[in-house]
């Protein structure tokens, strides 16, 4: 008699061995599960659906693509009817585009896989990059936000500024987000969601002798999280869609709206220079450039690095203000004279050995620019000058 296996002489005995059911899956019916898995987190998080749009975040989109691919596959139904207990298949949410009329490039932006790749279905628990994944993972550790009604007014605003104009949205880029401007009042775009700073602890050395603070986050789709600042900052970092929003401008300065036969008549820029120089480096989120200009601004700076003006370096548009109906050149001399106090002594040399002195550089944070728009705004710009030692603006003497 031929020897028996261990499972045989159990099964001569009568006794009944179980079977280890995650040993019968296939790959794809392990994938499809997890897949599953995920809609079901997001789900339990909001409590609804997840739905297509493309005022949603890239996670939900994908979820929302994965839940309709699931419900037309027959064998993926009969995988998931066992632990599908909210009846997430069967449920319905009002859709854009069923996934079922997308064509294969849409379905694959969707899932985020790049064409021509070898991914699928099979796939479904592998779409996202590595830096999607940690976003990803930040996602999950908010929160409902308990009080967003408070919050919620902030962010109608700000959609209803960037439709007036009179806020903009700009590419982060290969430019630097300081942790001076991760502070209560600012808004980013992270993660195809608008993000508002809405509070903040006072600063702290970290065991690594760094300082950092933690801030609170509230995000447009009524979450929130409390992280260190210089998370959030690398969350920026992470993200190539990463946006700033721009303070609200000061709109036609000395009036409160354009009229129709305003005139305008040129911009406030605020600059920071990308210069190499070492003392620009070390106080470059400090350093700023504050001129007046009658033409775009981009056409302005488009020779910097051969411009001595610009000290020979590249720049970054920080902040611009449109005027109407102002005379450009008092306005400047009105500016310089006010930040006087805070002009930086640079000289540039040229390249034909002459020095050129610039006279728009001053060493002022960007706070204090804003709050000198502010006060051309409203006339008391002529009553005060900016004072280094304390970094405010004290009455004239």
């Known amino acids: 008699m031929a020897e028996l296996t261990d499972l045989e002489l159990l099964a001569e005995l009568g ?7 995650a040993r019968t899956l296939t790959l794809l019916q392990e994938r499809i599960i997890a897949g599953f898995e995920e809609i079901e987190r997001f789900v339990k998080e909001h409590g609804r659906l997840p739905r297509h749009g493309e005022d949603r975040d890239i996670f939900e989109r994908l979820y929302a693509v994965r839940l309709e691919r699931l419900r037309a596959l027959p064998e993926a139904r009969e995988l998931l009817v066992g ?3 909210e009846g997430i298949l069967d449920g319905t949410e009002p859709v854009a585009k069923p996934a079922d009329e997308l064509d294969d490039t849409e379905l694959l932006a969707e899932l985020g896989i790049e064409p021509g790749s070898e991914d699928d279905i099979t796939t479904l628990r592998h ?3 590595r830096a999607e994944k940690r976003a990803a993972e930040e996602i999950a550790n908010r929160e409902k936000c308990a009080d967003f009604s408070s919050f919620k007014p902030l962010f109608e605003a700000v ?3 960037l439709s007036a104009g009179t806020r903009t949205v700009r590419p982060l880029g290969n430019s630097e987000v300081t942790l001076a401007e991760i502070q209560p009042g600012n808004f980013f775009i992270v993660g195809g969601q608008v993000a508002y700073i809405a509070a903040s602890t006072e600063a702290f050395t970290t065991q690594y002798e760094r300082a950092d603070r933690r801030v609170r986050v509230i995000y ?7 992280v260190l600042s210089r998370s959030f900052q690398k969350s920026l970092y992470r993200d190539e869609s990463a946006r700033r929003v721009s303070e609200q401008s000061a709109g036609p300065l000395f009036g409160h709206f354009a009229e129709p036969d305003d005139l305008a008549s040129g911009t406030i820029y605020v ?7 070492p003392y620009v480096a070390e106080h470059r989120t400090l350093i700023h450039k504050i001129g007046v200009t009658g033409q775009p601004v981009g056409d302005r700076i488009a020779n910097a690095r051969n411009d001595p003006t610009f000290l020979f370096a590249e720049v970054e548009i920080v902040d611009e203000y449109q005027l109407y109906n102002i005379n450009r050149t008092r306005l400047e001399r009105l500016i310089h004279r006010s930040l006087a106090p805070a002009r930086l002594d640079l000289s540039a040399g040229d390249r034909f050995g002459k020095t050129v002195q610039p006279r728009e550089w001053f060493l002022v944070p960007l706070p204090a620019i804003r709050e000198l728009v502010e006060r051309i705004s ?3 710009i002529t009553e005060v000058l900016y004072n280094p030692q304390t970094a405010r603006f004290e009455t004239a003497g």
């Open 15 to 21: 006794v009944d061995v179980p079977r280890d059911q």
């Open 220 to 226: 447009d789709n009524g979450t929130e999280a409390t």
């Open 159 to 161: 959609q209803a500024d």
């Open 271 to 277: 600059l920071r220079s990308k210069s190499s120089h």
């Open 378 to 380: 409203d006339g008391s």
């Open 127 to 129: 779409v996202s990059r």
């Open 83 to 85: 632990i599908d207990v």
